[in-house]
């Protein structure tokens, strides 16, 4: 008897005991619930659990892809500054010329005689003065006599040196490493002062004329750096800079052209050649979690900060560029605001919210 009343007591403790666990574990994983799933907080009236972070200010880095082509620094045009008859023309349309190299020969023979005349003058203008000197120190020759002769002498050194331009311009050469685009001249013909001859595409430096969407605009800047490669060296990559970009979007093709510079020593990159430019965008900016933003109220964008006062406050932001995760804010965010990034959707303005690190985003 007293072992049958022993065992109900021993069950009975077991059953108190089964009990408290059971209770304690419920209210445990209540609790649990309640702070860490936000329809349950919101049940029982506690403070809804999210996660936030700061925005911050940051270096955003963007790299902005086109293709393009390859096409001259500038464009020179080359003129006659003689008239004579065209002797010979050793370049034409497509030609690669460098520094120096022979475009276009005039007849020298009126310039190399108009030079002697001029080399004679100026001799004997130069031996009058002297003889002008000598007599001037015996007293033979007055002062204005010797100034008219030191006039002279100038004068003919003048006609050397224009003789001398004039000879040197029956040559046309290249002023730099360029590519013959036009060419005006014929052998034969008679030239005329200023008259066009040729025109030349400076090759070194080169341009790469990337066409980039309208949809890239705020990230395209004079200076930032590039990278280019090209079908016609595969595996090569030329470094450059941004140096110019159009101020127009092309209608049809909703494109701008940002132009990059890239040196050419070798003379390798040619007029035409096609390529793929990546330039390298970098800015500072005040940005939030891409995550964090969120569009309930049409088309403006929004987020939900976190302020002392533990409540969420639904704002809303101009956003500005996006990458590697994060969103530039424009205005309505201070840096060190507390911006939500996780549980953001389930919450309404002015919810009492706390910041929850035992969230299941956390583990």
Same mark, same amino acid.
């Given at each position: ?7 109900? %007591?021993? &069950? ?36 809804? +659990? ?10 955003? @880095? ?8 390859? *096409? ?12 004579? &008859? ?18 276009? !020969?005039?007849? +020298? *023979? ?72 036009? &060419? ?7 030239? @005329? ?106 088309? &403006? ?16 932001? %101009?956003?500005?560029?996006?990458? !590697? ?22 919450? %309404? ?10 969230? +299941?985003?956390? %583990?």
């Amino acid at each position: 008897m007293s072992e049958t009343r022993f065992l109900n %007591r021993r &069950r009975l403790v077991w059953l108190i005991v089964v009990a408290v666990l059971l209770v304690g574990t419920l209210a445990i994983t209540a609790y649990r619930l309640a702070t860490t799933v936000q329809n349950d907080a919101r049940v029982v009236g506690a403070p809804i +659990p999210v996660q936030t972070l700061p925005a911050t200010v940051k270096s955003m @880095h963007e790299v902005v892809g086109a293709s393009g082509t390859i *096409q001259p620094s500038m464009l020179v045009n080359t003129t006659a500054k003689v008239i004579a &008859r065209v002797l010979t023309v050793p370049v034409d349309l497509g030609t690669i010329v460098r520094p120096g190299d022979l475009l276009c !020969e005039f007849d +020298p *023979q009126l310039y190399a005689a108009n030079l002697s005349v001029a080399q004679a003058t100026y001799d004997h203008a130069l031996k009058q003065l002297q003889r002008m000197e000598s007599l001037e120190k015996k007293k033979f020759a007055s002062a204005v006599d010797l100034e008219t002769a030191r006039v002279a002498v100038a004068s003919a050194m003048d006609t050397v040196i224009s003789a001398k331009i004039d000879l040197a311009n029956t040559r046309v050469v290249s002023p730099a490493p360029a590519v013959i685009i036009e &060419r005006e001249v014929n052998p034969g013909e008679m030239s @005329h002062i200023d008259e066009t001859l040729f025109q030349l595409g400076i090759l070194d430096p080169v341009l790469m004329d990337a066409a980039v969407t309208e949809d890239k605009i705020g990230y395209v800047y004079l200076g930032m750096p590039a990278e280019v490669g090209t079908d016609a060296f595969p595996g090569m990559t030329f470094k450059g800079t941004v140096t110019k970009i159009d101020s127009l979007v092309n209608d049809t093709t909703r494109t701008f052209g940002a132009y990059v510079q890239l040196t050419n020593h070798s003379l390798q990159l040619k007029k035409g050649v096609t390529g793929y430019a990546r330039l390298l965008s970098t800015r500072m900016a005040l940005t939030v979690p891409t995550t964090a933003i969120m569009n309930p109220v049409g088309d &403006r964008a929004t987020v939900f900060t976190v302020g002392t006062n533990q409540r969420a406050q639904l704002r809303e932001v %101009r956003i500005g560029l996006n990458a !590697e995760g994060m969103t530039e804010i424009l205005d309505d965010l201070h840096e060190g605001d507390q911006v939500v990034v996780v549980g953001q959707y389930n919450l %309404r303005d002015n919810d009492l919210v706390k910041v929850n690190r035992y969230a +299941p985003w956390n %583990r």
